[in-house]
């Protein structure tokens, strides 16, 4: 489908979205400005391709291939999206199968989808439909959602309790753009992220960063018209970013923001850093974003650091992610 064709696109976005309003009932989602930025984003690090399944001029399906060009160059992560009154028609196999037919065009022999719903939303449907076609289930991600504000005297008890680890750190807070003596130190943060976060049993290889992909990666964001609240831990003698973590804020829908990757190098762990940084950019999000009602977080089930930090501040699980695996050839 091309994504320049604004009539298409929103055709597309709506199958896409009314499958997401299933699976996440009461949640905004994605806008089609956050699809359309992604598909038009300059090529070199991932190519998004949109393919939809049509009956007349109705939309009924919609698919969505991201293919990685600087790294990973066996790999495409793929979503399918058929609204419940249009499955059982198999509208996701023909999808499905031109997902595939493209990876292999591509010279791509993993492919990796996501399967993810609220908590009380029936999950068989999507299960029967990923093992019935050969994929099977490599990593469960459980989603927590933070109610925000979160109230000072309980973040100022977790940053008192984690302070005195922490002594040679400072955390500072920034949005939107690494600053320039910190950039370095990012990308390193990214390329350790793609290997050290648990992945499962996911075929997935380290990334390959630098200062450019860090920019480029910052303009995506913009372009989608969100906002990224940083917060790091810098260590005070070597004025080296260790520790990093983001708060992603759709600007033109506010009430629900998005956790993304927190990491801190592994020679610095033990030190309460993730409790820090979080604790700083949650203040951050209040200060900056104020109609800011929900924070929803995801992390892998055996990731249990960081689910130890998250059930500190006051998160819920609110839903589950599965990442599907197929191998083709």
Request: hydrophobic residues 45%; aromatic residues 6%; contains cysteine.
């Amino acid at each position: 489908m091309d994504p320049t064709d604004d009539r298409a696109l929103d055709g597309w976005f709506g199958a896409f979205d009314a499958t997401h309003r299933h699976q996440w009932p009461g949640e905004p989602g994605w806008s089609v400005g956050e699809i359309r930025a992604q598909a038009h984003q300059p090529a070199g690090l991932v190519r998004t391709v949109l393919l939809a399944a049509v009956d007349g001029d109705d939309v009924v399906g919609a698919a969505r291939a991201e293919i990685p060009d600087a790294d990973n160059g066996h790999l495409m992560e793929i979503t399918v999206a058929v609204p419940p009154e249009h499955r059982r028609r198999g509208v996701g196999t023909r999808l499905l199968v031109a997902v595939e037919n493209l990876a292999l065009e591509e010279g791509r022999t993993v492919l990796v989808g996501q399967q993810g719903q609220r908590v009380g939303v029936d999950r068989s449907a999507g299960e029967r439909f990923a093992t019935g076609h050969g994929y099977s289930m490599v990593l469960e991600d459980v989603r927590r959602d933070l109610s925000v504000p979160v109230a000072d005297d309980r973040l100022a008890a977790l940053e008192a309790g984690a302070g005195p680890y922490a002594i040679g750190y400072d955390v500072v807070t920034f949005a939107d753009r690494w600053p320039d003596d910190l950039l370095d130190d990012r990308a390193v943060l990214g390329q350790r992220m793609s290997v050290d976060a648990p992945w499962g049993a996911m075929d997935r290889g380290e990334e390959r960063w630098g200062p450019a992909r860090v920019r480029q990666t910052e303009a995506l964001v913009a372009g989608m018209g969100r906002s990224l609240l940083v917060a790091a831990a810098v260590h005070r003698d070597r004025g080296r970013a260790v520790a990093f973590t983001e708060i992603a804020v759709p600007r033109g829908r506010p009430a629900v923001a998005y956790q993304w990757d927190t990491l801190v190098l592994a020679e610095h762990r033990g030190r309460r850093l993730g409790m820090l940084m979080k604790v700083a950019n949650l203040r951050q999000l209040a200060a900056t974003f104020p109609s800011t009602t929900t924070v929803a977080t995801w992390n892998a089930r055996q990731n249990d650091p960081m689910i130890a930090v998250n059930d500190a501040l006051g998160c819920v699980v609110a839903g589950h992610q599965w990442e599907w695996q197929k191998r083709l050839g």
